[in-house]
């Protein structure tokens, strides 16, 4: 506990309460909550906000039985930099819903500037939902994210542009894609679940822990093992605990209650077996990594940039504090909310996004709103789109463009009250609360004024408006750093190219240091059983390729081939010096065959002939061997690049110490050079 009293106590700088924590006796740790309160921290007011030109459409309102009003046409601005919010932040123009009746609606035209911060608010049962959930987003879902979703009543969705001279284009004309550069998706980033099983969780969804897998991956212990990126996920067999088959928990069905979850038994709520478990990240193992919070887990790959960087971005909406495991039933809504927006963070951005949040400040605290405004003004400078449905007053102080609804609730409700800047909004309010305009007048649509859309039977208050200019008017107001796209790009770039850094480079592997040594003594079958293969026929093999190059060399070489690459963990390869594929290509991952694959032109080997010719046993017919198997032991395969794979599978070293066997090298050589040389 920091803090504890009335308002007025928690404000005051003298008052401190005992803590039970690491703090001295008497003195509390420094608690945020007091600051805002006490009004020496504040989220400010932009005084940069991104200008949006006045709407110079037509109707906001339509009234039962009475004709649509103009708002009236105002002269436009000049000078290049006249639609300008910064120079990052062109207005690209408007998207135009008309003719909105959905449940309370009053036949609405509502223009929602593009890329810009705009917010939908008003009272409970104003309409917002109706327009934004109804209508808004399974439109312009179907249009953009080719989805199938049943779209509120309305007339139409248009695409307008910056200048009322502007051409709309409509939403279900097929040119509104392929004219629109403004918007290529929608994302509705609302507070339901992100999933409703343990095995969902922040890592996960976001998609840090493919990263994680990774760079387990190329630890020296899991490139020892063999382990792939695949052994570490808790959803598939290999690494996980099969008790509980990676859930950590086992589910105990009850007859006429819920199931009830419990702890494994087996692997106590680790997920993973022991095995998997033996391989650390400074210190951390797989399961350590997703018990840890996401703070934590940022400070331990602070110096692996792939993995930092989707991390820091959930440090940004605020998540620092949830474990990167925490199953996603345990996460509240907007918790939820906030890891679909990290995630949409996360992921290449074109700038050309329409974002729609429902009220996404629930529950939040005073510094956690400031983080999401941060990361919401990080988005719309980069060129998308964010509407916000939200009642919170330290957002809407904050917004480009306010869309109000009301002026009441239900029947009372579903007109457009007022659409401009803040400042426009609660300025009209106090002139319209000085008499002025009449009733029944349109308001100027200056640049600092929104536009109005009285009726006749409400009265044109806004208690948007009411509750905004008192905090407009404390302040504070501040000028808002923007985002520069160029450098976001710029890193993310250098970010992706970086990679896992210097992880998994720093050992050299067995097959590294002495490959020769790795692939006849040491190495073992893919399935980490012994192997069977006689060893020297790979070294033959080897040795009659190098010295029937050096029989083929070119004029002025020592030799056709470069030296044998033995430096790789599963084959060996034979190459000639700047060829762009290999000669010879040695499989010695199999637990009972050898398999060689050499490359050559097509149509230099019939595989019947050759078969015939080598004379290769099947493994039914080798009674010293035990496995099993009736298929030829020779094999030519066309390859993707116009070569072709003549595969010889050996067992040992006489069967392929014979006069056809070197024959048939002979001329793969031979074939291969000529290939070379002609360009095949």
């Known amino acids: 506990i920091v803090a504890a009293g ?148 309305h007339d139409k969705i248009e695409l307008r542009g910056p200048r009322a001279a502007d051409k709309p284009v409509e939403l279900n004309e097929t040119a509104w894609l392929r004219d629109s550069v403004t918007l290529d998706k929608v994302v509705n980033v609302d507070q339901s679940p992100i999933g409703t099983t343990p095995t969902s969780n922040p890592a996960t969804y976001t998609g840090v822990f493919d990263g994680i897998r990774e760079l387990f991956a190329r630890l020296p212990d899991s490139k020892m093992r063999g382990y792939s990126a695949n052994r570490f996920s808790f959803n598939r067999p290999g690494g996980r605990c099969e008790a509980c088959e990676g859930y950590g928990q086992r589910r105990i069905e009850m007859h006429f209650m819920p199931d009830v979850w419990v702890e494994c038994e087996t692997c106590r709520g680790r997920r993973y077996n022991p095995e998997t478990l033996e391989v650390r990240f400074k210190g951390q193992n797989i399961a350590d990594v997703l018990d840890l919070r996401v703070a934590a887990a940022l400070e331990l790959f602070a110096n692996v940039p792939r993995l930092r960087r989707m991390l820091q971005t959930l440090v940004d909406v605020g998540l620092d504090y949830v474990q990167l495991g925490q199953p996603a039933p345990t996460l509240s809504g907007g918790e939820a909310q906030r890891v679909k927006l990290a995630a949409e963070l996360g992921l290449p951005d074109t700038g050309q996004t329409f974002y729609i949040l429902d009220e996404p400040t629930t529950g939040l605290h005073f510094d956690d709103i400031r983080k999401l405004l941060t990361v919401i003004q990080r988005l719309v400078d980069l060129g998308n789109t964010v509407l916000v449905v939200e009642h919170n007053l330290d957002v809407l102080k904050c917004a480009d463009w306010i869309i109000d609804l009301g002026p009441e609730a239900g029947e009372a409700g579903g007109y457009l009250v007022a659409a401009g800047t803040p400042e426009g909004i609660a300025n009209a309010e106090l002139r319209i609360k000085n008499g002025t305009p009449a009733d029944g007048a349109v308001l100027d649509t200056s640049a600092a004024a929104p536009f109005l859309i009285p009726n006749s039977a409400f009265s044109i208050h806004s208690h948007t408006a009411a509750a905004l200019a008192p905090i407009l008017a404390a302040g504070p107001r501040e000028e808002r750093t923007p985002y520069d796209p160029h450098a976001h790009a710029a890193r993310v770039l250098a970010e992706e190219r970086a990679g896992f850094g210097d992880v998994g480079r720093e050992v050299r592997m067995p097959w590294q240091v002495d490959g020769r040594k790795w692939h006849l003594e040491q190495r073992g079958s893919r399935e980490e059983k012994p192997r069977r293969w006689a060893a020297a026929a790979l070294e033959y093999v080897v040795d009659i390729v190098q010295k029937e190059g050096r029989a083929q060399r070119p004029p002025e070489k020592d030799n056709l081939f470069d030296a044998t690459n033995w430096s790789n963990r599963a084959s060996v390869e034979i190459t000639a010096p700047l060829a762009p594929y290999w000669f010879l290509h040695a499989l010695t991952g199999g637990e009972w065959l050898l398999e060689l694959y050499f490359r050559a032109p097509p149509g230099a080997f019939k595989w019947r002939e050759l078969n015939d010719s080598l004379g290769l046993k099947t493994l039914d017919e080798r009674e010293d061997l035990e496995t099993y198997g009736d298929w030829a032991r020779v094999d030519v395969r066309p390859r993707s690049d116009g070569w072709e794979a003549v595969v010889v599978y050996v067992h040992d070293q006489a069967e392929i110490n014979t006069p056809a066997f070197r024959r048939f090298v002979k001329q793969a050589v031979a074939a291969y050079r000529e290939g070379l040389a002609s360009g095949t």
Do not use: M
């Open 6 to 153: 009335t308002p007025a106590e928690v404000a005051s700088a003298e008052y401190r309460v005992a803590s039970s924590g690491p703090a001295d006796a008497g003195e509390a740790a420094e608690s945020l909550t007091r600051g805002y309160l006490a009004g020496k921290l504040a989220i400010p007011i932009p005084t940069n906000r991104r200008p949006v030109p006045p709407w110079e459409g037509t109707e906001g309102h339509r009234d039962e039985g009475t004709q649509a009003r103009k708002t009236p046409a105002r002269r436009r601005r000049s000078g290049p930099n006249s639609l300008l919010a910064t120079r990052y932040s062109p207005f690209p123009g408007w998207l135009v819903v008309r003719g909105a009746r959905q449940n309370n609606l009053k036949d609405l035209t509502v223009p929602i500037p593009l890329g810009r911060f705009a917010c939908i608010t008003g009272v409970s049962g104003s309409g917002k939902s109706s327009l934004v959930n109804d209508i808004l987003w399974p439109a312009l879902a179907n249009k953009l994210n080719r989805a199938s979703l049943t779209v509120g009543e």
